[in-house]
């Protein structure tokens, strides 16, 4: 329990306070915290490619720039590979873009299906962790043993069909390919998309924000309307799954032509 109100979106203000908010791809304003409160900063805590502000991936450097700045001063890289962890690479955006840090929180793909989620890293700080440490964590979920046996399944099989992968990017090309011959800005990392109602190229939350979100509900509604289920959000992604046949593809590139046509 806590005696201050939540004040936004159901975050409290306590845990607000100690939060710093600094801008994605933008290096400056992450130095300008790192001026201000150096040491004192825990952990720097990012989606390494975002997704919750529809997809926008790294700069290039960017990544690297948050390793070096957060070793400096002795602060915690975390990734939070929730959506972008098995789903990137099988070694998630970590491997993907080649910078790993020092602690990854997972969730969905992680469960294969089920519901799990998971957090992990270098060995000294796992080893804070009960039984070893004095930091005891546990859950209803914890380590389900049902939920965990679908996620070592998935890994299984994802570690054994080796063209996953390629088929993931080149179905999601496809859908690409259809939106921008549409006309739409697109943004795609592998199988994680977002169309953008906007005609700024989208490389932080900023230019995100200049997105007709009217017009993205317009083209939602069409979509659900046609069977296709894709994010309801301007500001989430569009996964494609290997178990899409190039039948569904193709029906959904014909749907957003449709829509836009
Ligand atoms: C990138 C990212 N991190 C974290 C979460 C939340 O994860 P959890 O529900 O395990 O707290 C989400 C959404 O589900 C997410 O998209």
Same mark, same amino acid.
Not at 30 to 52: G, H, K, M, Y
Not at 202 to 209: E, F, G, I, N, R
């Given at each position: 329990?806590?005696? !201050?109100?939540?004040?936004?979106? %159901?975050?409290?203000?306590?845990?607000? $306070? +100690? &939060?710093?908010?600094?801008?994605? +791809?933008?290096?400056?304003?992450?130095?300008?915290?790192?001026?201000?409160?150096? $040491?004192?900063?825990?952990?720097?805590?990012?989606?390494?490619?975002?997704?919750?502000?529809?997809? *926008?991936?790294?700069?290039?450097?960017? =990544?690297?720039?948050?390793?070096?700045?957060?070793?400096?001063? %002795?602060?915690?890289?975390?990734?939070?590979?929730?959506? &972008?962890?098995?789903?990137? !690479?099988?070694?998630?955006?970590?491997?993907?873009?080649?910078?790993?840090?020092?602690?990854? &929180?997972?969730?969905?793909?992680?469960? %294969?299906?089920?519901?799990?989620?998971?957090?992990?890293?270098?060995?000294?700080?796992?080893?804070?962790?009960?039984?070893?440490? !004095?930091? #005891?964590?546990?859950?209803?979920?914890?380590?389900?043993? *049902?939920?965990?046996?679908?996620?070592?399944?998935?890994?299984?099989? =994802?570690? $054994? &069909?080796?063209?996953?992968?390629?088929?993931?990017?080149?179905?999601?090309?496809?859908?690409? @390919?259809?939106?921008?011959?549409?006309?739409?800005?697109? +943004?795609?990392?592998?199988?994680? =998309? @977002?169309? /953008?109602?906007?005609?700024?190229?989208?490389?932080?939350?900023?230019?995100? =924000?200049?997105?007709?979100? +009217?017009? /993205?509900?317009? #083209?939602?509604? #069409?979509?659900?309307?046609?069977?296709?289920?894709?994010?309801?959000?301007? /500001?989430?992604?569009? /996964? *494609? !799954?290997?178990?899409?046949?190039?039948?569904?593809?193709?029906?959904?590139?014909?749907?957003?032509? $449709?829509?836009?046509?």
């Amino acid at each position: 329990m806590t005696n !201050s109100a939540p004040d936004s979106a %159901g975050v409290v203000s306590s845990c607000a $306070e +100690n &939060t710093l908010l600094a801008s994605y +791809n933008d290096e400056k304003s992450v130095e300008a915290l790192f001026d201000e409160f150096r $040491e004192d900063i825990a952990a720097v805590i990012v989606e390494p490619c975002a997704a919750n502000m529809g997809v *926008v991936a790294p700069k290039q450097g960017f =990544l690297q720039f948050l390793r070096d700045i957060t070793k400096k001063y %002795g602060t915690l890289l975390i990734f939070d590979e929730v959506i &972008t962890g098995f789903r990137l !690479s099988l070694g998630g955006a970590q491997q993907y873009y080649g910078v790993t840090p020092d602690m990854t &929180t997972l969730g969905k793909i992680v469960g %294969g299906g089920m519901p799990l989620a998971a957090y992990g890293g270098r060995r000294d700080i796992m080893e804070c962790v009960s039984p070893l440490g !004095s930091v #005891y964590q546990a859950g209803t979920l914890s380590g389900n043993p *049902v939920a965990v046996s679908a996620g070592v399944e998935t890994i299984r099989i =994802l570690e $054994e &069909t080796s063209d996953i992968y390629s088929e993931l990017d080149k179905k999601s090309a496809m859908i690409e @390919t259809a939106m921008k011959n549409s006309g739409l800005n697109v +943004n795609r990392i592998g199988s994680i =998309l @977002t169309p /953008f109602f906007t005609d700024k190229p989208v490389s932080d939350y900023k230019t995100a =924000l200049s997105s007709d979100t +009217n017009r /993205f509900a317009r #083209y939602y509604s #069409y979509m659900l309307e046609h069977g296709i289920y894709t994010a309801p959000s301007q /500001f989430e992604a569009m /996964f *494609v !799954s290997y178990a899409h046949t190039d039948k569904d593809i193709e029906r959904t590139c014909r749907i957003i032509e $449709e829509f836009i046509g």
